[in-house]
């Protein structure tokens, strides 16, 4: 089997290649990509939210069967000189950081869906967990990031 990952067509080794099997799964196990992390397993933590065709995704609940032929995008797709990581870094967001790398991954699909959201439209959309309690944070980054590519557009 075979998964589009951040531009790459990748063959999952035989381990990791059960329909059935959970995204979460073929990445960490099968493509080494153990930048999603496992959270609860349910769908209810976000920390393993990865992007699929550029929407948000719980890669823990998500079948292999349903994303063969489509784009999927983890943290490492997102790069280092994203502008949202960047804006992560200058905030200070990360605590712990562990469900961090699905919070980035939710406001990056925000964000490109909605180039200003305010901060309602912030909860309604990322309602990723984080036991660090860095939601404040994360909107103040968030918000930081949408202005910079609001500067970069005029
Ligand atoms: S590990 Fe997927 S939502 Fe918690
Ligand atoms: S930074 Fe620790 S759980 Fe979010």
């Known amino acids: 089997m075979e998964l589009k990952v ?25 493509l080494d990509l153990t930048g999603t992390k496992f959270g609860c397993g349910v769908a209810a933590c976000g920390a393993c939210t990865v992007q699929v065709d550029g929407e948000a995704r719980r890669s823990c609940v998500t079948p292999l069967s349903s994303v063969v032929g489509r784009t999927i995008t983890t943290i ?28 980035l991954m939710a406001a990056a699909a925000l964000l490109r869906k909605n180039r200003q959201p305010s901060d309602a439209e912030i909860d309604a959309a990322i309602t990723n967990l984080c036991r660090c309690g860095t939601y404040p944070r994360v909107r103040a980054a968030i918000h930081a990031a949408a202005a910079q590519l609001a500067g970069a557009k005029a």
């Open 6 to 30: 951040n531009g790459q067509l990748q063959r999952l080794p035989e381990h990791a290649s059960d329909p059935a099997m959970p995204l979460l799964w073929a990445l960490r196990d099968g």
């Open 76 to 103: 490492e797709g997102l790069g280092p000189d994203h502008v949202l990581q960047q804006a992560w870094v200058a905030h200070q967001v990360p605590q712990c950081g562990y469900c961090q790398s699905g919070m």
